[in-house]
């Protein structure tokens, strides 16, 4: 093994090598900051100080493969997450060199490729088209330059068969795990990174797929110099012979780091005959406590550790600003049109997502229009009430069905999170993608409710009466479709998520005006009943049916021939205007925005907060 080439002997250009060393790199779990605490989480006070790794040291080289093994709990996934690093490095003692410099998280995270043991891929896509987003977001040039890498990569991973195969879910069939893992491992390699750190690449495969993805990545390490980390709890035989270095952790402290021949030596010098066709590694995870003794005597005192490398650790890093400033591949605009790409087929294809809302939609439209009919069927006694009934009925169920995007949000959050977390595009990008893909799409929503509903309920029957409802009912659910997104960025599940966003809505609608009239609100609740998404719209439809010039002369209520009370006039006892019609409007454009921007600040914020 010892013999194999260590650099890169015959890759076309030459790349930048990584050579990633660890100098007594220890840490402690402190503080759990984790999705739960996020409201608390500047609670300070120090939990069970549990150390998950102790003086780790080690070197990862290029053109090799490092791999860290040993019992599930010993830290292996802890350590290539510092390594990627996504645990910052403000919490970790000890230091990471890469190139014998101290390692820059931002710059490191673009040059590296890291792939976690959980797999956040879209369902519905085929494996070309979330490889080719992929390369699209993350290689600059041509279209041509992304296509061609990606049938470079599915011939390499072997995925040619399944390339226009959906990945699959829960819900629907796709490829198989040991494809699932292979496409996770090339959406990393798209770009070509000279460092890839990867979670448990072979767990769930059985072995010809294990050893077939680990034989892989020895190719990528001798033919293109890439230096590998990888973690694996149980090696077999044949995948154990490709490694050239072994970190065996245990409980956090390495028990060996060499080569697996190494290993054997020490083993053997240590007394112990290795059984025939026993494998070395697992030999030595049940010898664990002689080696233990081995490694306890070059512990040192944690203090001196944290002393001596403070310093380090603060030294500040050359950036090199050219490279700082292509920090995107690609410009603002082109993200966005990948991203509304691949937004859309994501949209298109979620039939259930696409079929329950229009069906919804319809279907609400109809019944609600056949139930309220009478209401201005009758000429003689025009059913106000009723009609305020449905006004405030339409805006409940247009606020309320909203929120099944929430689910897709969360699972989206994900992906966005790895994504931007490596450099693939901007947060902004994402969050204009999303709103210019809900805009066409809830259109088409509000029209397919108001078509039926305006007509047979009978609203002021005038083409710029129901262009002006239309409008309104677009604004409401692109409103709650904002309001949705924000706080879906902001809840840590969907539990959480879908109770917040109930109990607000709920609240909106107590504070609307309809159940509770302003004057009678409390003062210290009447800005929420100006945050009332409900207010707004409730008004623009009372002023579209009631105001106007005809509505002026329309009567509402008479008693016996007399009319006593007319359009303006209830508007008057409202208290409202003509002109609120268009600032309402206004005011609902605001909410659709302000939203967004709070959701693009908070998504913001989260993928900044594992980036320091
Ligand atoms: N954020 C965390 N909160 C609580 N415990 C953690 C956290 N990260 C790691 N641990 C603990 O550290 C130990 C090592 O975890 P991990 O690195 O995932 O192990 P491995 O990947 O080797 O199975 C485990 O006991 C785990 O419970
Ligand atoms: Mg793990």
Redesign the pocket.
């Known amino acids: 093994m010892d013999q194999l080439p260590t650099k890169a002997p015959d890759y076309g250009y030459q790349k930048k090598q990584y050579r990633i060393k660890t100098k007594k790199l220890t840490y402690r ?1 402190s503080r ?1 900051v ?1 999705e739960f605490n996020w409201f608390y989480s500047c609670n300070k006070e120090k939990s069970a100080n549990t150390c ?1 790794l102790k003086n780790v040291n080690c070197e990862a080289r290029p053109g090799e493969i490092m791999a860290i093994v ?1 019992p ?7 350590m290539l997450e510092i390594l990627a690093g996504m645990i910052p490095l403000s919490r970790v003692s000890g230091c990471v060199l890469v190139n014998e410099q101290p390692m820059n998280v931002t710059q490191f995270r673009r040059v590296s490729g890291y792939v976690t043991q959980e797999e956040v891929l879209f369902p519905l896509l085929t494996v070309q088209e979330t490889l080719m987003y992929s390369a699209r977001l993350r290689l600059h040039g041509e279209l041509n330059r992304a296509t061609n890498r990606v049938s470079e990569l599915l011939k390499e991973l072997g995925l040619e068969h399944v390339a226009n195969v959906r990945i699959g879910g829960e819900s629907s069939r796709g490829i198989s795990g040991g494809e699932k893992r292979r496409v996770s491992i090339g959406l990393d390699l798209v770009h070509d990174p000279a460092v890839l750190l990867i979670d448990e690449p072979t767990s769930g495969l059985d072995s010809a797929s294990a050893i077939n993805v680990a034989s892989l990545l020895k190719y990528m390490a001798v033919k293109q110099g890439k230096t590998i980390v990888l ?1 694996i709890h149980q090696p077999g035989f044949r995948i154990l012979e490709l490694f050239d270095q072994i970190l065996l952790l245990s409980n956090g402290t390495v028990l060996h780091h060499g080569s697996v021949h190494l290993l054997e030596h020490r083993l053997r010098f240590a007394g112990h005959s290795i059984p025939r066709n026993v494998n070395v590694l697992e030999f030595a995870i049940e010898m664990t406590e002689a080696m233990v003794i081995d490694t306890e005597e070059s512990e040192i005192e944690d203090t001196d550790i944290e002393g001596e490398f403070e310093h380090t650790r603060k030294t500040p890093v050359l950036v090199n600003v050219a490279e700082t400033k292509k920090y995107y591949s690609n410009p603002p605009i082109k993200e966005v049109m990948i991203l509304v790409q691949r937004f859309s087929s994501n949209i298109c294809r979620t039939k259930q997502l696409f079929a329950a809302r229009i069906l919804q939609s319809l279907l609400a439209g109809i019944v609600l229009g056949t139930i309220f009919m009478n209401a201005n069927n009758d000429p003689t006694r025009l059913k106000l009430q009723t009609q305020i009934g449905f006004f405030a009925f339409s805006l409940t169920f247009l606020l309320s069905s909203t929120t099944e995007g929430l689910p897709i949000y969360l699972e989206e959050r994900k992906i966005l999170m790895r994504e931007t977390a490596r450099g693939a595009y901007r947060v902004s990008s994402y969050v204009i993608s999303n709103t210019l893909v809900f805009l066409p799409f809830l259109l088409v929503v509000a029209l397919l409710y108001t078509i039926p509903v305006y007509w047979i309920v009978g609203l002021r029957r005038e083409m710029d009466g129901f262009l002006y409802f239309s409008l309104v009912v677009w604004m409401v659910v692109l409103m709650s479709n904002s309001f949705v997104a924000c706080f879906s960025a902001l809840a840590p599940n969907f539990i959480m998520g879908n109770s917040l966003i109930a109990g607000i809505m709920g609240s909106f609608f107590l504070f609307s005006g309809y159940f509770i009239s302003k004057d009678d609100m409390p003062k210290y609740w009447i800005f929420m009943h100006y945050l009332s998404l409900f207010k707004y719209p409730f008004e623009c439809f009372m002023i579209n049916e009631y105001g106007g010039e005809k509505g002026k002369q329309r009567c509402l209520e008479a008693l016996e021939g007399n009319c006593f009370l007319y359009g303006n006039g209830f508007l008057v006892q409202q208290g409202l205007k003509d002109s609120q019609k268009w600032t309402n409007i206004g005011i609902m454009l605001g909410f659709i925005f302000g939203y967004r921007f709070l959701c693009f600040f908070i998504l913001w914020y989260r993928s900044y907060r594992t980036q320091s």
């Open positions: 779990l759990q984790n998950i040993g599930s709990g010993a830290g292996k996934t802890t973690t």
